[in-house]
Structure formats: C-alpha cells, structure tokens
C-alpha cells in the first residue's frame, strides 16, 4: 500500500482526502492517508480522523521521511517549502497549483523536483470540454484561433465553500485570482 501525506487540511485538502479514500474503497488505487500536517493543528487531527491509520505529524520534513508521496494541499506560499521538504526526503510530490507564487520561485522549485516524480494539481487540462477543445484546434478544422473568451462563475473565492482567510492575504496567496484559479485557464490556453 502506498502512503500519502497530505500537507494542508483545509477546503482543497480535504477534497483530495475525501477523493484518495474513495478511489482506495473502489479498489481502483492501493494507497492510504497515512499522516497529515496542517498550522491549524485542529485540522490535521480531522484530517487524520477520517483514514482508518493516519498520524498527525509535527512538522512537514517528520511527516515525508514517514510516507512514500507527498500531497501539498497547503496555500500558495507554503507550497515551495513543503516540496522542498518531499524531494529532500527523495518522495514523489503531487502539488495543488500554482506552484509558487512567483515566477522566480516556481523556476527554483521545477529545478527541485526534476529528481522525483511529480505533478502538480492543473486539473482542468484533462476536463473531457478541454480535451475535445484541444483536438478540435489541433485539427485545423476551424482554422487558427483568433481569440479567446474564458469565463468562471464560481464564488468570489473567500465565500461560499471557499471561505478562508488565507485568499485574501497577499502574502499568503500570491498573485490573487489570476494565480490562484484562473492558472486554469492559462494552463489550458
């Protein structure tokens, strides 16, 4: 059975929890929640609650020595040390996006993680509406886009099931929306 720590309990993390525990009841992944780690230690111990083995973990460098991949579910400034703390450890890192908050930062982190395997949370790339998207343009079909228009109708991302305090502290979240959520769109684009 492969072991995951999830680094971060908040909304994000707790939907990747819930998403692992789930895919490993189908049988469709041998793999476990086996340590958290949060700031909000309160959370990590839900987190943790949830797994039939899991440990809430001390300190993010405790809890990759203690797993065999990293899950960083943490807001955007904490990603770059909790990598860091995974590749040190020579574990796999699957990263909620962006990266990092900088472009200087997520240079220095990619460098980082080219000695493990990686991925790093740019889900949409793989939405069936994107994939026929991308086909379509590769075709030709339609000829060379001209322009794009990308909407989202989602809650401001402080309210509703994204209420945090985290999204609106610029040192904490980066670069506002168009890194925190629209990175999607520019992923596809």
Do not use: N
Not at 157 to 170: E, F, H, L, M
Request: charged share 20%.
């Amino acid at each position: 059975m492969m072991r995951i720590g999830l680094v971060g309990c908040g909304f994000i993390g707790t939907v990747h929890s819930f998403a692992l525990r789930q895919l490993s009841r189908a049988g469709l992944v041998d793999a476990a929640v086996t340590a958290t780690y949060d700031v909000d230690r309160p959370r990590a111990e839900a987190a943790a609650a949830a797994h039939e083995r899991a440990v809430v973990m001390t300190d993010v460098d405790a809890l990759a020595e203690a797993v065999d991949v990293v899950w960083v579910c943490t807001w955007t400034a904490a990603h770059a040390a909790a990598v860091r703390a995974a590749v040190v450890a020579g574990r796999p890192v699957f990263c909620e996006k962006p990266l990092a908050p900088t472009l200087v930062e997520c240079e220095a982190v990619a460098a980082d993680l080219r000695r493990v395997p990686h991925q790093v949370g740019l889900v949409l790339r793989y939405a069936p509406v994107f994939r026929t998207a991308g086909e379509l343009l590769r075709s030709g079909r339609f000829g060379a886009p001209l322009a794009a228009v990308l909407r989202d109708d989602q809650y401001f991302p402080i309210q509703g099931i994204y209420g945090s305090t985290w999204r609106g502290d610029v040192s904490k979240a980066g670069g506002g929306t168009l890194i925190e959520h629209s990175i999607h769109d520019v992923d596809v684009l």
